[in-house]
């Protein structure tokens, strides 16, 4: 049984679509319909059934999935052993929309330096499921969120970074404006507040932190995108909670940062990878590069005018009572 066959299973099954399958294995969709159908016919049922433009995976597929992945993971393994010094190979990458747009493409332009021959395949989404599908062997690595449970122990984590809560403002709320938690309330009293989706692990923690201290808001929107909450508070809508992800992110807001809260607000950003799996130099590669990246904007954003140093023009730290 060819074990490209069973990835284009198994692909199918996550993308729900052929042609979908068809563009991440750079086949047509009419070759990955007739390797299904090849393995359908092998195995004596049927994998797929159509539910209008998308494809549900069969009772009968979904029981073949946990082997068919073990199958092809055990391939990429006698591979490897064969070509230790080359890093080469597919690796499934998922990150939250935050590393996405900052840390990502700088990234993935240092491997294609380094690692020549690794072929990165992004999956954008929100860290519980990112947490989800590499818990399910769905991707070789994530860059998400610290979930607030204990992650399993067939898996791995090394943290990326740790982002203080800060209130985002527009740069016509001076810094010596909010200087301690009470003028914090006055602001979320008097401004519209853009609330942080608290069905979201990072907006939880701003939702906590405004009960913990009683503070009200004048609520004007919900909303899981911090690109966009940046951009509303730079157009005046309203000031928003939010973790300090752009200090390694310049974006030329016209913005001011105040840091609120101390460490046990944090939002801790975790590369999450198994123990244990074929890929683990291709995970160990990528690793290096993010981290590598990321210190490096931090260091050069570290004297950048409203995102880093509590000497910065548009950064106050707000910790008093």
């Not at 080469?88 to 990234?107: D, E, F, N, Q, R």
Request: aromatic share 6%; with cysteine; proline share 5%.
């Amino acid at each position: 049984m060819d074990t490209r066959f069973l990835e284009s299973v198994i692909i199918v099954a996550e993308q729900g679509s052929v042609a979908a399958a068809a563009r991440q294995q750079g086949l047509t969709a009419a070759a990955i319909s007739q390797r299904l159908k090849t393995l359908e016919t092998d195995l004596g049922v049927a994998l797929f059934r159509r539910n209008g433009k998308t494809v549900q995976p069969t009772a009968e597929c979904s029981r073949l999935l946990p082997y068919a992945r073990k199958l092809v993971d055990e391939a990429a393994l006698l591979t490897g052993a064969l070509d230790e010094e080359s890093l080469s190979g597919t690796l499934k990458i998922g990150a939250i929309s935050s590393v996405m747009t900052s840390l990502l493409p700088l990234t993935l332009k240092q491997l294609r330096k380094t690692a020549p021959l690794l072929v990165p395949e992004i999956y954008p989404g929100t860290s519980v499921s990112l947490h989800d599908r590499i818990s399910r062997q769905e991707l070789d690595v994530i860059v998400a969120i610290a979930p607030p449970f204990e992650r399993s122990k067939a898996l791995e984590a090394r943290n990326l970074r740790a982002e203080p809560l800060m209130l985002m403002t527009p740069s016509n709320i001076m810094l010596q404006d909010v200087t301690d938690l009470a003028s914090v309330a006055r602001v979320l009293a008097h401004m519209p507040y853009i609330r942080y989706d608290p069905s979201s692990w990072g907006g939880r923690l701003a939702e906590q932190f405004l009960a913990r201290h009683g503070i009200a808001s004048r609520l004007f929107c919900t909303i899981d995108s911090q690109e966009t909450m940046a951009r509303m508070v730079h157009e005046g809508l309203g000031v928003s909670l939010v973790p300090g992800w752009m200090q390694v992110y310049d974006t030329g807001l016209d913005i001011h940062w105040h840091r609120v809260a101390g460490d046990d607000f944090n939002r801790n950003i975790d590369l999450v990878y198994p123990g244990v799996s074929p890929k683990s130099r291709l995970i160990a590669a990528f690793c290096q590069a993010i981290i590598d990246i990321h210190d490096q904007l931090s260091s050069g954003m570290s004297t950048s005018a409203g995102l880093h140093g509590s000497d910065d023009p548009g950064y106050s730290d707000v910790l008093k009572d």
